[in-house]
Nanobody, 122 residues
Framework: QVQLVESGGGLVQAGGSLRLSCVAS??????MGWFRQAPGKEREFVAA????????YYADSVKGRFTISRDNAKNTVYLQMNSLKPEDTAVYYC?????????????????WGQGTQVTVSS
């Protein structure tokens, strides 16, 4: 079993930045992803990264504004979010996939964190 703990959420004005962190109890060779869920909406893909960090995927809505990265020595994956918009408001979840290659498919992730709230005010 893998435990994932997210942190770094909060309230920020539009145009601002936040950096989310997710610490895993073990990284092994897992790909990692970030997803988000806004009130009344389904959980959606945000970004994903391969085990070695060489391959990354982004949702079109965040491409050019968000950057996913990882530090395997610290068992931590990050999501740097810049130029935030009110529509980025959601609970952000970290997820781990028992395969080294990333995926945009929510159903291909095996472990999930509890989420961290991000609120962007206009």
């Amino acid at each position: 079993q893998v435990q994932l703990v997210e942190s770094g959420g909060g309230l920020v004005q539009a145009g601002g930045s936040l950096r989310l962190s997710c610490v895993a109890s073990t990284f092994s060779t897992y790909a990692m992803g970030w997803f988000r869920q806004a009130p009344g909406k389904e959980r959606e893909f945000v970004a994903a990264i391969s085990w070695n960090g060489y391959s990354t995927y982004y949702a079109d809505s965040v491409k050019g504004r968000f950057t996913i990265s990882r530090d395997n020595a610290k068992n931590t994956v990050y999501l740097q979010m810049n130029s935030l918009k009110p529509e980025d408001t959601a609970v952000y979840y970290c997820a781990a996939r028992r395969i080294s290659t990333p995926s945009k498919d929510i159903y291909e992730y095996n472990y999930w964190g509890q989420g961290t709230q991000v609120t962007v005010s206009s």
